[in-house]
């Protein structure tokens, strides 16, 4: 529909231009989607806006340039509404040709980017040494989607986890690691995360209390940063050892990410404050060096710097976040740069942002982009915690939503008497958890709060994972009902099965059968009759000698290959001259799409939104406009199937008909894979 409404722009312009001269070429029509559909489906209010320079009345100016329009080809006669609005609204005839395009395209008219650039999303970005929680979720999930929908819209991305696996922590940890459990730092797999977790908290209680540890926790850093071989070695089992853990999580959600931790740009810091100096942004402030940022102020109102290395000589977050993005603006060529974090950093991104622009690094034709997301809530509103009051390990959230989900499921089994197995039931209940979780989230407004619930996110009804993966189910089993290979319904051909039913089968057997034994008994008869009369046996042997002859040229003197050829042209001949019978057979027909009804014109209206719809994601990175769409395209296939019989419709509205469903069960089945949801053939 994108491509139609540029269409319809560019009509419009020539209009104008018709109509008041070359001067209003590139005058922006305003044609905008129709507020309400009995208005048609686009509205143009240039007239409006040319009133005052034309010195005219809108109306008459809206008179005008449709006298000078021509969109016969694509919509009906063009009306004036209102003080001088221009309705337009799509033909029939039109939405029936754009169905038969995106039904054979495996995009479903979603077009690549004509300049596809390289592009980076920064998302997930745990710690090493901690476990992954309710606080990672939204990063993940809205990260992983905001990457399908650039790979697929053509664009090189890169998917890159920034972990914390550097700085002070990891010096307290080892230096604690050394005296109560050694192990660790020389065994891999000694410890299981969650004694990782344990002991970090111990070290952090030790080190807040006790000076000399503070003391042996640096020299541990010093030890690490100058490469010291036994601490190196600790910090990559305790790295690696995090790193599985996160793998088991992101598996679960399906989820592909190049892990570049901090530690990667340790050695570019030294000259990321060197240049910054060069640059002449760097003050001395109380034996740090910081860059004084505009509109950034403390409580008393005196400007608030951002510290770029401290007076110990260490470096910190900004340093190298600084150092991350020169080098994907340098190295990895980037054009564009995307952080998925949460919206109480958006201080820090605009600081450091603010920074590399004072620096100059970022060329005209980088863009760099902070995408902010609100917090996950419990019930009570405040952020999602266990009864006891620690944060939600998210393993044990997605373990929770999958249990429940197959819950739900055993229970609807028994509810319906049906019995499937346990890999059906396994798969079944993973997808919908799972699902429901990214979906919950995907579907609020990402600069939103929002409350987690399990209850309303597994609920069959309302805008869900599980609702959304019934429909498409549901769809499915239409076709399969209609006796037609779905697959074939996207190249606007039907094959139809033509079937020979048992109860006919049962008749016509025994009826051949006793015509033909009586037409074998006739045709004995008259050769035993025929034997005494002398005329007949000459013949008889004649008949005897050839075919004899005919069986020995074919059996010993013919060659396999030769004989091969010889009963391929023979088969020809039979099924050219009797037709080829077979229990199954295809019958192939070209079909098209036939819109009657107000509620299939509806739908195929929204169909054709989608490339509209990925677009606008793209540039403004809100998956839950997606998920808005997909959830409208349910609800509107709903009121079609309701309104409109499928299945006991005549030729060709059946098909028709059938080919609407599929391409809708299509639509549905590419959105909720740009949101990282598989779907399910049934549930």
Known sequence: MKATQEQLKIKLQQALAAAFGADYTQVDPILVPASNPKFGDFQANVALSLSKKLGMQPRAIATAIVEKLDVSE?????????????????????????????????????????????????????????????????????????????????????????????????????????????????????LDIGDLVSFYRQAKQRFDADENFQETARQEVVRLQAGAEDTLHAWKLLCEQSRKEFQVIYDLLDIKLIERGESFYNPLLPKVVADLETAGLVEENQGAKCVFLEGFTNREGEPLPLIVQKTDGGYNYATTDLAALSYRIEEDQAKRIIYVTDAGQANHFAQFFQVAKKADWIPNDVEIVHVPFGLVLGD??????????????????????????????EARLKEEGREETEQFIKNVADIVGISAVKYADLSQNRTSNYVFSYDKM???????????????????????????????????????????????????????????????????????????????ISPLFELVGISYSSWFIYRYLLKVDERKKLVGKLANFKENLFGKYDQKQN?????????????????????????????????????????????????????????????????????????????????????????GIKVLERM
């Not at 509103?381 to 266990?386: E, N, S």
Request: proline share 4%.
């Open 74 to 190: 694509i919509c009906e006669p063009p009306e004036i509404a209102g003080p001088g609005f221009i309705n337009l609204k799509l033909q029939t005839s039109y939405l029936e040709a754009q169905l038969n395009a995106i039904n054979t395209d495996p995009r479903l008219g979603v077009p690549k980017v004509q300049n596809p650039q390289k592009e980076i999303v920064d998302f997930s970005s745990p710690n090493i040494a901690k476990e992954m929680h309710v606080g990672h979720l939204r990063s993940t999930i809205i990260g992983d989607c905001i990457a399908r929908i650039l790979e697929f819209r053509g664009h090189e991305v890169k998917r890159l986890n920034h972990v914390g696996d550097w700085g002070t922590q990891f010096g307290m940890l080892i230096a604690y690691l050394r005296e109560v459990y050694p192990e660790a730092l020389t065994t891999a797999n000694a």
């Open 587 to 675: 019958e192939e027909i070209k079909t098209h799409f036939i819109l009657q009804e107000e509620t299939e014109i509806s739908l195929a209206k929204h169909l054709l939104l989608l490339d509209q719809v990925i677009n606008e994601v793209e540039k403004d990175l809100l998956p839950n406009r997606l998920c808005d769409y997909l959830y409208q395209l349910s609800g509107k296939f709903n009121k079609f199937y309701e309104s409109c019989p499928v299945l006991k419709s005549e030729e060709p509205i059946k098909t028709s008909r059938l080919m609407l469903c599929y391409l809708t069960a299509r639509t549905l089945k590419l959105g909720l894979d740009l949101l």
């Open 458 to 536: 597994l609920d069959l009804k309302g805008n869900t994972a599980p609702y959304m993966l019934y429909a498409y189910a549901r769809i499915q089993s239409i076709a399969r009902k209609g006796s037609i290979e779905a697959e074939n319904l996207k190249n606007n051909v039907v094959v139809k099965n033509l079937q020979v039913s048992a109860k006919w089968r049962k008749m016509i057997v025994p009826i051949g059968i006793s015509i033909g034994s009586i037409i074998a008994s006739k045709i004995a008869i008259n050769v035993l009759s025929a034997i005494n009369e002398i005329p007949l």
């Open 380 to 409: 009570d509103g405040k952020k999602f915690k266990t009864r006891s009051g620690d944060t939600v390990r998210l393993k044990d959230l997605l373990d929770e939503a999958i249990s429940r989900s197959r819950t739900d499921l």
